[in-house]
């Protein structure tokens, strides 16, 4: 290792902290930059690393998700945020979902405590003059570093939104008005199903749909990811929409009928004591006293207390397309790398993983070699490349999907997905040993 490299990360989220812990692991310096407490989002409320915001879980378990075979790939190539986030588990079926308090903690103490890590709680307003630099800022970087990037790259840049389902007290819940499965009866029993009629679907609907939400700012543009659509823009798609999203009573049948419910809201467990509970798919732009009036008419929710109310924020995200490699490196200025949703991936695995390709990058650069992207066959390295590739018109998010990875020739949709996923592992298996 070259004596007195340091490296300078800004932002200790998700992506920031994996990338710092990567480079520490290296025996590289960082200087860390994090403005929280000084300065903090409208979406972050502690001064922890990596803090969810949103959701509490990682996603599915199964490499036969997207998710999960992303989560297998990053054990294999030694993420120091997945181990993190296994010991702050919760259940959640074949779900990652985590105590959101205990791994921040987690994070924020493998941080503090890695060789050579200095932390500086102060705002960056401009790219740092330094030969290793990791800009994990964020999606909702403050606007001085936001217009540093602009003009470094010389446009605009595009934004989204992204939305926060709300959690409720589990004592709060009328005893007895749910009953405790996971879909199709896969897992250990994580979920708590709220049934609805028909009748009572169709009330719910109508105040879903007649809600007062918060109203956009005058110069703001609603682009709402796929992902995170607020469910009363999922509802006005149709009637039915619902019932085919978030709402889905597939594969959840009722013990106590037998039968499979019109509707069914799931509350998934969101800390360890189970003392919570997250509206699970109910992302909302909804005003605070609408969402009580509204998911109120849940049954069972009728006296719920909510610890969290839904929101929406503003995520904004540079075109990778343009700007940057597989590797998460700027064209044309080496040493420089982003990392995190900044870059265009959406998810918290997306996020971390993007982490680990722009730490490891920086540390082949620390080295003298040129940074090499990932196998296109293994899903880190297809939604790096997927992310990055050159393409005409504004840029979407993109998080871990089967549809990323080169096809193969199998018959079958859940054989495919196996096949793509024994070569991806298989492909990650081989880098793994040689990755800096």
């Known amino acids: 290792m070259p ?18 812990l990567r480079l520490a692991r290296a025996g590289i310096g960082v200087d ?50 997945i181990p993190i986030a296994e010991a702050a588990r919760v259940p959640a079926g074949k779900a990652l979902a985590v105590d959101r308090e205990r791994f921040a903690q987690g994070v924020t103490e493998a941080v ?21 630099v990791v800009l994990a800022c964020g999606p909702l970087a403050p606007e001085p570093i936001v217009s540093a990037i602009r003009e470094l790259l010389g446009d605009a840049g595009f934004y989204f939104y992204d939305a926060i389902s709300p959690i409720v007290d589990a004592a709060s819940i009328a005893p007895g008005a749910g009953y405790v499965a996971d879909r199709y009866g896969a897992g250990t029993g994580d979920y708590l199903n709220l049934p609805m009629d028909r009748e009572q679907y169709a009330r719910f609907l109508d105040a879903l749909l007649s809600a007062k939400t918060v109203p956009l700012r005058d110069f703001e543009e609603a682009r709402y990811f796929e992902g995170c ?13 619902l019932l085919f999203g978030p709402l889905r009573p597939v594969g959840l049948r009722d013990p106590r009928t037998g039968r499979i419910p019109h509707a069914v809201l799931q509350l998934r467990k969101e800390n360890a004591q189970g003392s919570m509970f997250n509206l699970v798919g109910f992302q909302t732009r909804m005003t605070y006293p609408e969402q009580k009036r509204v998911f109120s008419l849940v ?20 075109d990778a397309r343009r700007c940057l490699t597989p590797c998460m490196e700027l064209r044309g ?18 996020s971390i993983a993007s982490g680990l390709v722009a730490g490891a990058s ?32 504004d840029p979407q998010p993109m998080n871990a999907n089967f549809g990323l990875l080169p096809e193969v020739a199998v018959r079958g949709k859940k054989d495919r997905k196996g096949r793509k996923a024994e ?14």
Request: with cysteine.
């Open 3 to 20: 004596e007195g490299v340091r490296a300078t990360v800004v932002g200790a989220g998700l992506a920031g902290s994996e990338a710092t």
């Open 32 to 81: 860390l930059f994090e403005m929280r407490p000084g300065k903090s989002t409208e979406a972050h409320r502690t001064e922890r690393f990596a803090e969810l915001v949103c959701s509490n879980s990682l996603g599915s378990e199964e490499v036969v998700s997207g998710k999960g075979l992303l989560k297998e790939e990053l054990r294999l190539l030694g993420s120091a945020l």
């Open 112 to 132: 503090r405590s890695a060789p050579g890590v200095r932390v500086f709680e102060e705002e960056v307003t401009g790219i740092p003059d330094a030969p290793l």
């Open 229 to 241: 659509m607020p469910v009363e823009e999922i509802a006005r798609r149709g009637p039915e929409t």
């Open 299 to 318: 049954p069972g929710m009728e006296d719920a207390e909510f610890l969290r109310y839904g929101s929406v924020h503003r995520n904004g995200f540079l």
């Open 333 to 350: 200025r080496p040493g420089l790398f982003f990392a995190g949703q900044i870059t265009g991936v959406e998810g918290y695995v997306e």
């Open 362 to 393: 920086a540390v082949a650069r620390a080295l003298g070699r040129e940074p090499r992207p990932f196998p296109p066959e293994s899903m880190v390295g297809a939604l790096m490349a997927h992310v990055t590739a050159p393409g005409e018109g």
């Open 423 to 436: 070569i991806a592992l298989d492909a990650v298996r081989k880098v793994a040993p040689s990755l800096p």
